[in-house]
Nanobody
Framework: QLQLVESGGGLVQSGGSLRLSCAASGSSLDRYAVAWFRQAPGKEREGVSCLSRNGGSTRYADSVKGRFTISRDNTKNTVYLQMNSLKPEDTAVYYC??????????????????WGQGTQVTVSS
């Protein structure tokens, strides 16, 4: 059974940067498509970015394009989300997720069924 644990969240000023990490255990992460979601106060959970299991494709929500970068290190069995130029509207709980069924098309958010516990990101004005 795949387990995911996020870390790296915190409080940062507008314009700052954070790098989130998602450590996987119980299974090899290279068998999964991976994604980052977030849920802001009073809003629905939304997909932020994903990385396909095969094909090397990435996708980003329009709101974070050019600012966030998703990557994985299969040697460390870890997924990362580098977040630059942070804005107050980026404030949310961020979750990593994984799907064994997605291959090249990773932006099918409903297919993600393994989740971490979330890490809080707060961006102040």
């Amino acid at each position: 059974q795949l387990q995911l644990v996020e870390s790296g969240g915190g409080l940062v000023q507008s314009g700052g940067s954070l790098r989130l990490s998602c450590a996987a255990s119980g299974s090899s992460l290279d068998r999964y498509a991976v994604a980052w979601f977030r849920q802001a106060p009073g809003k629905e959970r939304e997909g932020v970015s994903c990385l396909s299991r095969n094909g090397g494709s990435t996708r980003y929500a329009d709101s974070v394009k050019g600012r966030f970068t998703i990557s994985r290190d299969n040697t460390k069995n870890t997924v990362y989300l580098q977040m630059n130029s942070l804005k107050p509207e980026d404030t949310a709980v961020y979750y990593c997720a994984a799907s064994p069924s997605l291959s090249r098309l990773c932006r099918i958010w409903q297919e993600y069924d393994s989740w971490g516990q979330g890490t809080q990101v707060t961006v102040s004005s």
